[in-house]
């Protein structure tokens, strides 16, 4: 299984997409700092929307499609299903 993601900070003010194919390891690396660069740099480690999907390729694709979009599709994309923008760390942990 492929898994794109969102994440945020405490604040919602920062939204980064990504994709895996482990979603607990790479959320579990985003929360302890052990990616550098964006997500490390803005405290971005608050999982706040993932689907899954079969094949890399179209997680790929999935991902690109979300990070082409506006910020308020985003926005939108994390209210349909987690209006409360909880973490979902402990759904996949």
């Known amino acids: 299984m492929y898994y794109i ?8 003010s920062v939204l ?6 482990d979603l607990k390891r790479r959320v579990y690396e985003h929360r ?3 990616v550098e660069g964006f997500t490390k740099r803005y405290n971005v480690h608050r ?16 991902e690109k499609q979300i990070k082409g979009g506006s910020r308020q599709k985003k926005i939108n994309l994390v209210d349909a299903v987690d209006p409360d923008w ?3 760390w402990d759904e996949i942990s």
């Open 32 to 34: 302890k700092g052990l």
């Open 16 to 21: 980064y997409t990504g994709v895996t194919n």
């Open 5 to 12: 993601y969102i994440l945020t900070n405490q604040s919602c």
């Open 86 to 88: 909880r973490d979902l």
């Open 47 to 62: 999982l706040v929307y993932f689907e899954e999907t079969s094949s890399r390729e179209s997680a790929i694709l999935r």
